[in-house]
């Protein structure tokens, strides 16, 4: 242990694959973190899954690009609570959709809600979004939206549903619009109905769920979308632009 903690970084960094995969728990819990930064990616990468999540975690927050891209799936699935919440906008962004579809579901809730707003969009559709709270909900960016797909979407409970934003509604695809569950899309936010297009609402026409809005959601329809509804689809008991 002695002399894990006596290498300099220079030692550090020129460690082979299998010298590092050769250490012990007790070694590599002593590993300090600008002592893992100067890993080579190849040499990170052969971290044995069962010392990985004894990783300094304050080293997750400042880790390099080229390490967070070379963590392997068994790596990413025995990495802790506390080394998830010190990834940072930098390191989330690397993430790959293998990683991020490796993530059990509770990892998928230590992640802070700032890790989830900056992950990249095109890996979002693998993330289980379900074992997201409100907040983690929420956080999802709008460029990501677009690449949820309609299995994530349909399996949103009540106050993941309720969580969902007027920027996060608007950015939604009809096709994954319509995937909202009929029974609960009542739940969603009055003040995110407000960002319904009609194509979205011709989505919900087409699948039976236009009558799971609540009179309380409708009112609160851009009334240039109530006028569409009353005068194209004959829905005249709607509430029109002023409430009646």
Same mark, same amino acid.
């Given at each position: 242990?002695? /002399?894990?903690?006596?290498? !300099?970084?220079?030692?550090?960094?020129?460690?082979?694959?299998? /010298?590092?995969?050769? +250490?012990?728990?007790?070694?590599?819990?002593?590993?300090?973190? +600008?002592d893992?930064?100067?890993?080579?990616? %190849? $040499?990170?990468?052969?971290? !044995?899954?069962?010392?990985?999540?004894?990783?300094?975690?304050?080293?997750f927050? @400042?880790?390099?690009?080229?390490?967070?891209?070379?963590?392997?799936? =068994?790596?990413?699935?025995? +990495?802790?609570?506390?080394q998830?919440?010190?990834?940072?906008?930098?390191? &989330?962004?690397?993430?790959?959709?293998?990683?991020?579809?490796?993530?059990?579901?509770?990892? &998928?809730? %230590?992640? !802070?809600?700032?890790?989830?707003h #900056?992950? =990249?969009?095109?890996?979002?559709?693998?993330?289980?979004?379900?074992?997201?709270?409100?907040?983690?909900?929420?956080?999802?960016g709008?460029?990501?939206?677009?690449?949820?797909?309609? #299995?994530?979407?349909?399996?949103?409970?009540?106050?993941?549903?309720?969580?969902? $934003?007027?920027?996060?509604?608007?950015?939604?695809?009809?096709?994954?619009?319509?995937?909202?569950?009929?029974?609960?899309?009542?739940?969603?936010?009055?003040?995110? @109905?407000?960002?319904?297009?009609?194509?979205?609402?011709?989505?919900?026409?087409?699948?039976?769920?236009?009558?799971?809005?609540?009179?309380?959601? &409708?009112?609160?329809?851009?009334p240039?979308?109530?006028?569409?509804?009353?005068?194209t689809?004959?829905?005249?008991?709607?509430?029109?632009?002023?409430? !009646?």
């Open positions: 242990t002695s /002399q894990i903690i006596a290498l !300099t970084q220079d030692q550090v960094a020129v460690l082979s694959p299998m /010298q590092i995969k050769a +250490m012990t728990t007790t070694q590599i819990e002593n590993l300090e973190s +600008m893992i930064l100067a890993l080579q990616p %190849a $040499t990170f990468a052969a971290i !044995t899954s069962t010392v990985f999540s004894k990783l300094n975690s304050a080293a927050s @400042v880790m390099l690009p080229e390490q967070i891209k070379r963590i392997t799936t =068994n790596q990413i699935v025995s +990495m802790s609570k506390d998830l919440n010190q990834l940072g906008i930098e390191q &989330v962004i690397e993430l790959s959709g293998t990683q991020i579809a490796s993530l059990s579901a509770d990892q &998928v809730a %230590a992640l !802070t809600t700032t890790a989830i #900056n992950l =990249n969009p095109r890996v979002v559709g693998k993330l289980n979004i379900t074992k997201l709270n409100e907040s983690g909900i929420s956080a999802i709008n460029d990501s939206i677009l690449y949820l797909s309609t #299995n994530q979407i349909s399996k949103l409970q009540s106050s993941q549903i309720a969580a969902l $934003t007027s920027s996060q509604i608007a950015g939604m695809t009809t096709k994954i619009f319509s995937a909202l569950d009929k029974n609960i899309i009542s739940k969603l936010n009055t003040s995110a @109905v407000q960002s319904i297009t009609t194509a979205q609402l011709n989505a919900l026409v087409a699948s039976s769920q236009l009558e799971a809005l609540t009179q309380a959601q &409708v009112n609160k329809l851009d240039e979308v109530i006028d569409w509804l009353n005068n689809k004959s829905y005249i008991t709607l509430t029109s632009k002023t409430g !009646t």
